[in-house]
């Protein structure tokens, strides 16, 4: 069937495509154009057999065949027989006993696109129903009513049982079902289609697509193979017939693999088989936005509805993609935008207490910013859904999942800060065959939001009791999280010196480089707020700012002296390269707390300038070598005969950037050698922090400690530190 193979050499980027196919040889064309060819044939000869079993389904589900009233039509047969066989080859995660799947996952997969044919022909030829392909969704009425048998799967809103239990009447009630005129055994086949998708379909698909990328990668070695023989001497006999072997083997491969992906392209990765996935995504979407509208009804909808809009956008933009791109799929830009208010609505819904929904939301709304695409469909949403996904963003991180929330702004803001412009780390090489179009997220080109970035600048001004309450939550977190990453990485250091213990624990590695990425991820998302609303921290006429400014000032320091200083544990683990830590390095740490000067130090007015300057200073743990290790002007650098850190090293660091830093340290140096020396005896030292000097008593108890420390403890619990009396008032000592 497919005598001639053909495979490009280049990514799978479209317009690098093109540019190589312009540059075939006539061989290569004649090659192509023979594949080419014998895909269609096949593709033919496969729909006419596709065609013969639709025609079958659509027989199947004649609902009018009714020998006599009492009996059942041939679609209640099917449906009875259709459920049944969802229930003996469907695997439950929620069950403990795994059953046997009787039917083969790949004939799940064709019978999937069979039926949705035979359905779609039904539901717009059917007299009897209002609702035709594009419209017809699955009431949330039928989730309550239990009509349909979901093998003990889980709902929104928690367990079924306890639902029942905690949901009244009058919540439970919607008024839309008399709208619909569809016959029921239509919507049952339609929600059994939902299930039969996201139980096998979508695994299936995902395979076939790792068939694709073992494709791929034995087209990158055969061609590392052909270089290798290239630059080969012909004096190496062994090294060239060992070369020319594995040229061989990869070539065979290579065609194997071509024509395999010849019956993948007909039979799995077609435009029709694209459109089958693109109407149940719209399909499962329209369910769950009739059921959002439903009040608490949307708790009984069963969890894999949500999956399967998540799963079927990743399949039409992952799987088909770049086969067949979704940017040529009729209404593309429509389903994208419903699939953007879907998930930006729902990702924070208190009604969804579904912990595995929520985060399969968070992750999905994460991954959909790192697309320009998808960023533009979010930012073209109604300003009403804008600003509540990001009200939903800024929320405190406390009482909540914080982090992959973090991430997207993160990901909003990524492209704007200081030296903030790279795919992968400085350090890091990406991996030759990977896909970095639409495998990873995590290393697509930045792409920043104004549009959003505007929205939390709107958000921080207006409501500033709210901003303050996010600024302490991540300033606690950022703590947590660079404490927990250092006590960790003192812990491997003793390890290390311990000859009884061999091996470190890969889990406690992971927990540690993903402590050090918060950290990173926190000190960016400072960086942002700073940007957009310097005031929250420079402007003293606000209740909390100068606390606020002291805070961030006493965490940056311990992150530049733990970070900066020679010969440290940071450093030595650094110079390890222990594996498990590979995303442990000075640059992304150092460039996220020199964004934060740059905007507090730098980029504001005179006056607030000098407040920022002012308050660094009277920081106890501030260095000046800490910030002339930036551009290796320490002289803990100067005196090693390592190789020193400096930005200037670095090409994702700008010629305007590298001028900021060295403004900076001008600025710091000059203050340095004008600020006096103060000596403060031990028991005017504030007992909580030994910082700064005790300036405020508390009352009744008359215990005293700065205003800083102070002021953040009442921001939590309203008791003296030492001997848990209520505080009442917090006043001056010299007003005493």
């Avoid at 009604?351 to 695409?373: E, G, H, K």
Wanted: contains cysteine; negative net charge.
């Amino acid at each position: 069937m497919i005598p001639h193979v053909w495979y490009c050499h280049t990514s799978k980027n479209e317009a690098e495509e093109s540019a190589y196919e312009e540059q075939l040889s006539k061989d290569e064309e004649y090659d192509k154009r023979k594949y080419e060819e014998s895909c269609d044939l096949l593709r033919a000869r496969i729909q006419e057999l596709e065609e013969i079993q639709i025609n079958i389904m659509k027989l199947l589900l004649i609902g009018d065949d009714a020998a006599a009233q009492n009996e059942q039509s041939s679609r209640q047969i099917f449906q009875q027989k259709f459920r049944e066989f969802l229930k003996e080859n469907i695997i439950s995660p929620h069950l403990k006993i795994q059953q046997f799947n009787h039917c083969p996952p790949l004939v799940q997969l064709c019978f999937f696109n069979r039926l949705v044919k035979a359905l779609q022909y039904h539901l717009d030829h059917d007299c009897s129903s209002n609702l035709g392909r594009n419209e017809i969704y699955v009431p949330c009425q039928k989730f309550l009513d239990e009509p349909f048998d979901y093998f003990d799967c889980q709902r929104l809103g928690g367990l079924l049982s306890h639902l029942k239990k905690t949901c009244s009447d009058e919540n439970c009630t919607v008024s839309d079902t008399s709208e619909i005129a569809v016959d029921e055994t239509l919507i049952e086949i339609v929600d059994g289609l939902i299930v039969l998708y996201n139980s096998t379909a979508h695994k299936q698909l995902g395979k076939m697509c790792s068939l694709r990328e073992t494709f791929q990668e034995y087209i990158v070695a055969l061609t590392d193979v052909e270089k290798k023989i290239k630059i080969c001497p012909n004096e190496l006999v062994d090294v060239l017939a060992e070369l020319n072997h594995a040229c061989s083997v990869f070539t065979e491969k290579v065609v194997e693999q071509a024509r395999h992906m010849a019956w993948i392209i007909c039979v799995i990765y077609s435009v029709d088989k694209q459109e089958d996935v693109h109407w149940l995504m719209l399909t499962a979407l329209r369910s769950l936005e009739k059921a959002s509208t439903a009040g608490q009804l949307i708790r009984f909808v069963p969890d894999f509805y949500v999956e399967a809009c998540i799963n079927s956008y990743n399949a039409l933009t992952s799987y088909f993609h770049p086969i067949i791109p979704y940017t040529r799929l009729e209404g593309h830009e429509k389903s994208l935008m419903q699939y953007a208010i879907f998930l930006s609505s729902n990702f924070s819904d208190h009604r969804i207490v579904n912990t595995d929904i929520q985060d399969s939301l968070i992750q999905a709304l994460a991954c959909f910013v790192c697309y320009p695409q998808s960023l533009r469909a979010l930012e073209s949403m109604p300003e009403e859904n804008c600003i509540t996904m990001t009200k939903a963003l800024l929320a405190p991180y406390e009482g909540r999942s914080w982090a992959q929330t973090n991430w997207i702004l993160l990901r909003l803001w990524k492209g704007c800060g200081f030296a903030y412009r790279y795919k992968h780390l400085p350090h890091l090489k990406p991996v030759k065959s990977q896909d970095h179009e639409h495998t990873t997220a995590n290393l697509q080109k930045p792409c920043p939001s104004k549009i959003f970035q505007m929205y939390i600048q709107m958000i921080l001004n207006l409501d500033t009791d709210g901003a303050t309450k996010l600024l302490d939550t991540v300033l606690n977190q950022l703590n947590w999280a660079f404490s927990e990453f250092v006590s960790m990485l003192q812990e491997f250091h003793n390890n290390a010196a311990t000859p009884s213990i061999l091996w470190i624990n890969s889990r406690q590695l992971k927990i540690c480089a993903t402590c050090f990425d918060i950290s990173v991820g926190l000190l960016r998302v400072l960086e942002m707020i700073i940007h957009l609303n310097p005031d929250l921290f420079l402007d003293f006429s606000q209740p909390n700012s100068e606390l606020l400014l002291r805070r961030l000032f006493q965490l940056l320091t311990q992150v530049l002296n733990r970070v900066t200083c020679k010969s440290n544990i940071f450093d030595i683990i650094v110079a390890s390269s222990m594996p498990g830590l590979d995303t442990v390095d000075h640059f992304p740490i150092l460039a996220a707390v020199t964004g934060i000067l740059i905007q507090l130090v730098i980029k504001p007015n005179k006056v607030s300038q000098e407040r920022a300057i002012a308050t660094i200073m009277t920081e106890p743990g501030f260095q000046l070598g800490s910030i002339e290790f930036l551009l290796g002007d320490s002289e803990e650098n100067s005196d090693s005969d390592e190789d020193t850190f400096s930005f200037t090293d670095y090409k994702e660091v700008s010629a305007e950037e590298e001028q900021l830093v060295e403004e900076l340290l001008s600025i710091l140096r000059g203050h340095v050698s004008l600020a006096p020396r103060q000596d403060i005896e031990e028991d005017m030292l504030c007992s909580i922090c030994y910082a700064h000097t005790k300036t405020v008593k508390f009352l009744p108890c008359l215990h005293q400690s700065c205003r800083s420390c102070i002021t953040q403890h009442l921001m939590n619990k309203n008791e003296c530190f030492f001997c848990k009396t209520a505080i009442t008032e917090v006043v001056q000592i010299d007003d005493l």
